[in-house]
C-alpha cells in the first residue's frame, strides 16, 4: 500500500507550532493534567499510582464501559479502544474494503476518510456537496451512484470542515438505502455533542443499524487530542473482531496514563461539554457579526454543530494566497481549501479554543 501525502496534516506540521494565532484548530480547548485531576478528589493520588504495563488491547473494560454509555445500546464488547481516531480509520478501512470494492464518500472531508480507500484499490464516489446547496448530502445522487459492488458508505457529521449536520429524515433515507443493499455505513462521528440545540442530535449510527460502525475520539468535542485516544463503537461482531486482531500489527495497545484520564473525562463528560459548548457559543456570535460587517468578502453560513466552518472568499485572490499572506504578515493560520482537494476559494475558520477572539482581531486587521 503506497499513501501519498496527507496534505492538511503536512499543512499543521509546517505552521501549527510555529505561529501566533491559530484560527483554524479543529478541537475544542483543552485541559491541563492537573484540571482533569481536579475533577476528582482522589484523582491525583490515583493517577501516581497508575500502573505502566501494557494495557488490554481492546481498551481497558472501565474505560469500555465508560465509552459504551455515550450510546444507548452499545456494550463494553461493542466498543474497541483506538490510538486517535486516525488509527481506526486505517484499521477499519484495511479490514472491511479490498481493491475493487466500491465506496462512497461525503466529501469534502478529511483526507483519510477516501484516501485509504483509495490505496487499497477501491473505487471512491466522491459524494459532492456545495457551499451554494448549504453542503447538503443529496439522496437522489446517492441512490443513483449505488452499484453492484458498492460496499460501504463513509459519513461526518458533525461535518469537518463545514459543521454540516444531517437531518434526522435524512439520516434516516441513507439508512434505510444501507439496510436495503446490505452495505456498511462508516459514521465518522467525532464532533458528536457538539450540536447547538439538542434535539438536532442524530443517533449514532451503531445504535441504529447492525452493519454501522461509528467513529469517536477524545480529541474533537472533549478537546483531549493529546491522549490520542479513539474508538470503534459497532454490533458487526466480524469487523470487530478482524480490527481487534488488525491492531495487534498497529499499535497493539493504548496508553495507560491516556486510559486512566480518559476514563476520568468521561465521567466528567456534562462539565467538559458544557465548557466547550459556552466558548462555541461565545465565539461563533463574534464570528456571525465579523462576516456579516465583511459581507462583501466573505460567504458565511453559521453552522448547527462542531466548532468550525468553511466559508469562501468572494476576492478574486485565491483562498491558499490569502492564507499565506495572512499568515506571513499577521501570523494567524487559516487553512484553504486545496489542503481538502476542493478547490481554492473555501478556508476552514476554527472556533472551539478561548483565544478565537484575539485571532479574530487580528484577522480583522488584516483584511481592513
Ligand atoms: C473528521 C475527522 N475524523 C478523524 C480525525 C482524526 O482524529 P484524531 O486526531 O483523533 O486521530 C480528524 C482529525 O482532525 C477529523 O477531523
Known amino acids: 500500500m503506497k499513501l501519498p501525502n496527507f496534505k492538511l496534516e503536512r499543512y499543521f506540521a509546517q505552521y501549527e507550532f510555529n505561529v501566533s494565532y491559530l484560527l483554524c484548530a479543529s478541537d475544542c480547548e483543552s485541559f491541563s493534567i492537573q484540571e482533569l485531576l481536579d475533577f476528582e478528589p482522589t484523582a491525583t493520588a490515583a493517577f501516581q499510582q497508575q500502573w505502566l504495563g501494557y494495557a488490554e488491547s481492546r481498551g481497558g473494560f472501565e474505560l469500555r464501559q465508560e465509552i459504551a454509555k455515550l450510546y444507548q445500546h452499545m456494550t463494553p464488547d461493542n466498543i474497541l479502544v483506538h490510538v486517535g481516531a486516525q488509527e481506526a480509520i486505517f484499521n477499519f478501512m484495511n479490514v472491511a474494503l479490498s481493491a475493487n470494492d466500491h465506496v462512497i464518500v461525503h466529501f469534502p472531508c478529511y483526507q483519510s476518510l477516501f484516501e485509504i480507500a483509495q490505496s487499497i484499490g477501491c473505487e471512491v464516489t466522491m459524494w459532492q456537496t456545495k457551499e451554494a446547496d448549504n453542503w447538503e448530502l443529496s439522496i437522489d445522487f446517492l441512490r443513483a451512484n449505488l452499484k453492484q459492488n458498492t460496499k460501504a458508505i463513509v459519513l461526518n457529521c458533525p461535518h469537518n470542515p463545514t ?40 443517533p449514532s449510527a451503531c445504535d441504529v443499524y447492525e452493519n454501522a460502525i461509528s467513529l469517536g475520539v477524545m480529541s474533537k468535542s472533549y478537546g483531549l487530542a493529546g491522549l490520542r485516544l479513539g474508538w470503534i463503537a459497532t454490533k458487526n461482531e466480524d469487523i470487530y473482531q478482524r480490527m481487534a486482531s488488525f491492531k495487534d500489527f498497529t499499535t497493539i495497545c493504548n496508553s495507560t496514563p491516556s486510559e486512566f484520564l480518559a476514563i476520568l473525562a468521561l465521567r466528567h463528560q456534562n462539565e467538559i461539554m458544557q465548557r466547550n459548548l459556552g466558548i462555541i457559543r461565545h465565539n461563533l456570535a463574534l464570528l456571525n457579526d465579523f462576516f456579516a460587517r465583511h459581507e462583501e468578502l466573505f460567504t458565511w453560513q453559521s453552522p448547527k454543530a462542531g466548532c468550525i466552518a468553511f ?19 499577521k501570523g494567524v493560520l487559516l487553512l484553504p481549501s486545496n489542503h481538502y482537494d476542493f478547490g481554492n476559494r473555501n478556508f476552514r475558520i476554527g472556533f472551539g479554543r478561548k483565544n478565537m477572539p484575539e485571532s479574530l482581531a487580528q484577522l480583522e486587521e488584516f483584511i481592513v
Open 163 to 202: 459543521g454540516y449536520l444531517l437531518s434526522h429524515d435524512k439520516f434516516g433515507e441513507i439508512l434505510a438505502l444501507a439496510k436495503q443493499h446490505n452495505l456498511l455505513i462508516f459514521f465518522d462521528e467525532v464532533y458528536r455533542g457538539l450540536e447547538y440545540r439538542a434535539e438536532d442530535r442524530l
Open 311 to 329: 466559508p469562501s472568499l468572494k476576492l478574486h485572490l485565491g483562498a491558499e494566497q490569502f492564507c499565506l499572506d495572512l499568515v506571513q504578515q
